[in-house]
Structures are given as C-alpha cells and as structure tokens.
Nanobody, 116 residues
Framework: QVQFVESGGGLVQPGGSLRLSCATS????????MGWYRRLPGKQRELVAS????????TYSDSVKGRFTISRDNAKKTVYLQMNNLKPEDTAVYYC?????????WGQGTQVTVSS
C-alpha cells in the first residue's frame, strides 16, 4: 500500500513563498491524478489544485489561481505545490491525496502559517 507524505510547510510573512512536497512511499506504486487540499481553521477540506497523472492538465481554485503552481516529477514519485504571494487567508493544513477514489484516511499534512 502506498502512502503520501507532505512536507515543506512553515511560518512565512505575507507575500512570502513556500514549496510543498508530496512524496509517495511504499509499494506498489501507481501513477494517479493528484490534488492538493487544505483545511482552513474551522472549515472542511477543500481542493486547491490538481494535476493529471502525466502532468499535462492542471486545475486551481479561484482563490489561489495565479499564485500557486502544482507540478509533479513521476521519476521522483513526488508532487509539488509552489505557493507565491502568500496571504494570511492561506493559513491552513495542506494535504495531498488522489483526486479519483480519494482515500478516506488522510495523512498528517503540513502546516502553513502566513502571519506578520
């Protein structure tokens, strides 16, 4: 069984940048469409970006479009989320998961805090 492990979060000032990584561990490895989700304080998880299995198609929520970029390196079994011009409203725990047949068991996630 594969697992997704998020990393790269931290504390940044408004306007700063972070790059999140979602590494795949375990076996067997299957290339799937992946998404980055976030859970804002007091809110349910929401999908902020997704990428097709081959990386050719991406989607973004309106709130992050133009600021975030999702990418993947299948050779490294890793999905990335480049986050630029961060805003306090982006403060959340960020998770990665399959877009299709999304797993009901979520990983630990990585905390992103944007504050001055």
């Amino acid at each position: 069984q594969v697992q997704f492990v998020e990393s790269g979060g931290g504390l940044v000032q408004p306007g700063g940048s972070l790059r999140l990584s979602c590494a795949t561990s375990g076996s067997p490895f299957t290339i799937r469409a992946m998404g980055w989700y976030r859970r804002l304080p007091g809110k349910q998880r929401e999908l902020v970006a997704s990428i097709s299995s081959g990386g050719g198609t991406t989607t973004y929520s309106d709130s992050v479009k133009g600021r975030f970029t999702i990418s993947r390196d299948n050779a490294k079994k890793t999905v990335y989320l480049q986050m630029n011009n961060l805003k306090p409203e982006d403060t959340a725990v960020y998770y990665c998961n399959q877009v299709v047949n999304t797993r009901t068991t979520w990983g630990q996630g990585t905390q992103v805090t944007v504050s001055s």
